[in-house]
């Protein structure tokens, strides 16, 4: 069971929960994060909730797995982000909507532990999201923005993330979804 691992009475802060597009490979993935000057970002569910009341007056909720999407709005340019610099190429120079099509992403919660486990927070990697570039530009003597809406699919797969001293993200599939 993961729990929060700030102290009673703290609320998290929002940095603890931070999206991250692959800019390596499957087999060698680099966790790179998006968000970048981005000043507000949630991931929003939805669960396709569906509610009816049979012949006996009973009312009956039904839901599916949720759709997640997630919106950075407005994500500046910026040469040293390899994320931005990854969506750009696939999305204003190659228009590759397949490729946008099927990103490897990870979600990592940074503001959870594991009881008992010595590291690691709890993290989702899924296999094939879609990344949609809404826009490219910006106010005139400002910057160039490229707002993204993000839906995460694919192949769910939790585990854990640990950040390195030097601020790699490692990513650990649970045993039993390896």
Not at 4 to 29: C, D, H, K, M, Q
Not at 68 to 83: E, H, K, S
Not at 123 to 148: F, H, K, Q, W
């Amino acid at each position: 069971m993961f729990t929060f691992n700030t102290p009673n009475g703290e609320t998290v802060a929002r940095e603890l929960l931070i999206a991250y597009l692959n800019t390596g490979t499957s087999a060698a993935p680099v966790w790179s994060p998006l968000g970048n000057r981005t000043t507000d970002s949630s991931e929003e569910f939805d669960w396709s909730r569906d509610s009816s009341q049979d012949i006996l007056g009973h009312t009956r909720t039904s839901m599916k797995k949720p759709v997640i999407t997630q919106t950075f709005d407005p994500w500046a340019l910026d040469g040293g982000d390899a994320a931005v610099q990854k969506i750009h190429q696939l999305a204003v120079i190659e228009q590759n909507a397949q490729a946008l099509c099927n990103l490897d992403m990870m979600i990592a919660h940074f503001y959870t532990t594991e009881s008992g486990a010595s590291a690691g927070s709890f993290a989702e990697r899924y296999d094939a999201c879609s990344v949609e570039n809404t826009g490219l530009g910006g106010e005139g003597g400002g910057n160039i923005g490229m707002p993204i809406t993000v839906t995460y699919g694919g192949t769910r797969t939790v585990g854990t993330v640990t950040k390195g001293s030097g601020g790699a993200v490692t990513f650990t599939p649970d045993e039993e979804d390896a």
